[in-house]
């Protein structure tokens, strides 16, 4: 059975900093595309950052380009976010997601097969 487990969310200040993980097991993701997303109350699912398989290629949201970096390990099939100078609006659940086949990143949710269940980050101002 894959899975997707989140880990590394909580309760930080503005400005402070978070890295959040991914541990997939069940298959590997190593041939993958896989991407971090995020959800708010009341709000649609948000792109946040994604990464081909090759570790290369990276994109963002326009928010977080600067502040946040995608990386992953595919000896270990993690994924990682770095968030830096944390905003009250970066406030939401995240969510990793993974492609089943393909290798090239999406910024839209229904491309991916994959998802974990989510760890909530909390911004206080």
């Known amino acids: 059975q894959v899975q997707l487990v989140e880990s590394g969310g909580g309760l930080v200040q503005t400005g402070g900093s978070l890295r959040l993980s991914c541990a997939a097991s069940?298959?590997?993701?190593?041939?993958?595309?896989m991407a971090w997303f995020r959800q708010a109350p009341g709000k649609e699912r948000e792109f946040v950052a994604a990464i081909n398989w090759n570790v290369i290629n990276t994109a963002y949201g326009d928010s977080m380009k600067g502040r946040f970096t995608i990386s992953r390990d595919n000896a270990k099939n993690t994924l990682y976010l770095q968030m830096n100078s944390l905003k009250p609006e970066d406030t939401a659940v995240y969510y990793c997601?993974?492609?089943?086949?393909?290798?090239?990143?999406?910024?839209?949710?229904?491309?991916?097969?994959?998802w974990g269940q989510g760890t909530q980050v909390t911004v206080s101002s």
């Open positions: 997601a993974a492609r089943r086949y393909n290798t090239v990143y999406s910024t839209t949710p229904r491309d991916y097969d994959y």
């Open positions: 069940g298959r590997t993701f190593s041939a993958s595309a």
